[in-house]
């Protein structure tokens, strides 16, 4: 299979496009210290928060073609008016299930000797966390203990009810309840972590958890 990048859902290949590269390095971590007098060690704010945040991330997909410089200047013209400047989704082939977010800038050139376009995406400003396509959303009927299992970005989950609701759950040593009426949620208490969160549910109608889950 011939690799292939996709900018909101479009082929690049199919555009005319062959990938070169493509890099999706890690974004960095925020680490802000403070050196504090009188002790040997800084206060670390990501480990103080028990949260690490990142840094936007950076990446680059290098696309070439080989034509005359008219046939480039076309396709060029074509990605600039669609993507340039533009807040765009960008996934990778191989992991189709995956995608970024960021602003995409253009840069092409053509070598007239060898007959060959390249043109360069960067962003610098994308989400930290690469998203699943597909939500997840999972239903319960009636009373029960509902697991929502998540990946590693944390989320809060939309959560429709059909009928009067009380939800319980832990995080950490902290115990919660809501008690909601029939109708769609956000309750920013109820951030999902990785793994498995449990969420027990009373309630006579249907209660479901709607979320996109994310990853590094």
Do not use: H
Not at 29 to 48: D, L, M, Y
Not at 139 to 152: A, E, F, M, P, R
């Amino acid at each position: 299979m011939i690799p292939d990048i996709y900018i909101n859902d479009m082929s690049m290949l199919k555009m005319g496009w062959i990938r070169e590269n493509v890099e999706f390095p890690v974004p960095e971590s925020q680490t802000e210290t403070v050196v504090v007098p009188g002790r040997n060690a800084p206060i670390r704010f990501n480990e103080a928060l028990g949260m690490i945040s990142f840094k936007p991330r950076a990446f680059t997909i290098t696309l070439s073609m080989l034509g005359t410089r008219s046939q480039f200047d076309a396709k060029v013209l074509t990605a600039s008016n669609q993507y340039a400047g533009r807040l765009c989704k960008v996934r990778k082939s191989e992991e189709p299930s995956l995608y970024a977010i960021g602003t995409l800038q253009l840069t092409p050139s053509y070598d007239p000797l060898a007959g060959k376009g390249q043109l360069v995406l960067e962003c610098t400003d994308g989400d930290s966390y690469r998203y699943r396509v597909d939500m997840t959303e999972i239903v319960q009927t009636g009373s029960g203990t509902v697991i929502l299992k998540n990946d590693y970005m944390p989320v809060v989950p939309t959560v429709i009810t059909t009928a009067d609701t009380t939800l319980s759950w832990k995080v950490g040593t902290d115990s919660f309840n809501k008690t909601l009426s029939a109708g769609e949620w956000e309750i920013p208490e109820l951030q999902l972590s990785y793994g498995n969160n449990s969420v027990k549910v009373t309630s006579t109608g249907d209660t479901t958890f709607r979320y996109r889950e994310g990853c590094l």
